[in-house]
C-alpha cells in the first residue's frame, strides 16, 4: 500500500515568512500528486496538482509545488504567506493501477498558523 | 464549475434512527467517492462508484449503506449508528476513477447521540 508522509504536524510563521511544507510518498511507479487546503469550518479545497510535464506546479493564491521523482517528494511552497493562508493542508497521492485505482492516499496534514 | 452539494450540512441522531445523507455533481462526473474525516485527521475513503456501480468498499460496517441512484447522485443511508460514527462525512467527485482530481464536497456534520 501506498503511504504518504508529511513531517509537519504544525507550523507557525509570521505574515510574510516563506513557507515549505514536505510531503513524501513511498509508491516507486507512476503517481498523481495533489495538494489541498482546508480552511476553518470550509471543506477541502484543491490547490495544485501534478500529472507530468514540468515538474514545477503552480496553483491558486501564490502556491507552488515541485515534484522531486529521485526524492519521492512534492514539497509546497510560498514566498510570503499571509494570515488568510491559515488552515490545514493535506497532501494526497493516487497511482491509477491495480488495487489503488480510484484511491487517494493522504498525508496526516500540516497545520499552519500565521500570525498578522 | 467544479461544485460538489451535500445536503444536510449537519445532522443529529440517536443509534435508533435513519437517515441519509445525500450528495449531488452536474460536472458530468462518473466516479463519486464517500470519504469520513475525524477533527484533524485525513479524510478515510469510505466507498467509490464508477458508472453508477460500487467500486470500492473499505470494509465500511453494513449500518452504512451506500447508493447511487444515477450519475450525478450519491446517497449515504445510515442506521443504527454508534457514538463513535460523528464525523464530517465527505463526497466527492472526479470525470473518471482514473482521470483526477478529485472534488469535494463541503460535507455533513453528523452528530450520533
Known amino acids: 500500500a501506498q503511504s504518504v508522509s508529511q513531517h509537519n504536524h504544525h507550523v507557525i510563521l509570521s505574515e510574510a515568512a516563506s513557507l515549505e511544507l514536505g510531503c513524501n510518498y513511498s509508491?516507486?511507479?507512476?503517481?498523481?500528486l495533489f495538494w489541498y487546503v482546508q480552511y476553518p469550518g470550509q471543506h477541502l479545497q484543491l490547490l495544485l496538482k501534478?500529472?507530468?510535464?514540468?515538474?514545477l506546479v503552480k496553483g491558486i493564491k501564490g502556491f507552488e509545488a515541485e515534484f522531486i521523482k529521485s526524492k519521492f517528494s512534492f514539497n509546497l511552497r510560498k514566498p510570503s504567506v499571509q494570515w488568510s493562508d491559515t488552515a490545514e493542508y493535506f497532501c494526497a497521492v493516487n497511482a491509477d493501477r491495480g488495487s489503488t485505482l480510484g484511491r487517494l492516499y493522504f498525508g496526516r496534514g500540516t497545520q499552519l498558523t500565521v500570525w498578522p | 464549475d467544479t461544485e460538489v452539494t451535500q445536503t444536510p450540512k449537519h445532522l443529529v441522531m440517536g443509534m435508533t434512527n435513519k437517515k441519509s445523507l445525500k450528495c449531488e455533481q452536474h460536472?458530468?462526473?462518473?466516479?463519486m467517492y464517500w470519504y469520513k474525516q475525524k477533527a484533524k485527521k485525513p479524510p478515510e475513503l469510505m466507498f467509490v462508484?464508477?458508472?453508477?456501480?460500487?467500486?470500492i468498499n473499505e470494509s465500511v460496517p453494513s449500518r452504512f449503506s451506500p447508493e447511487c441512484p444515477n450519475s450525478s447522485l450519491l446517497n449515504l443511508h445510515l442506521h443504527a449508528l454508534q457514538p463513535e460514527d460523528s464525523a464530517l462525512y465527505l463526497c466527492?467527485?472526479?470525470?473518471?476513477?482514473?482521470?483526477?482530481?478529485?472534488?469535494f464536497g463541503p460535507g455533513t456534520r453528523l452528530t450520533v447521540t
Open positions: 462508484y464508477s458508472y453508477e456501480k460500487l467500486s
Open positions: 509508491y516507486g511507479g507512476t503517481v498523481n
Open positions: 460536472m458530468g462526473h462518473r466516479a
Open positions: 466527492a467527485s472526479s470525470q473518471e476513477l482514473t482521470i483526477l482530481p478529485q472534488y
Open positions: 501534478y500529472f507530468s510535464g514540468d515538474p
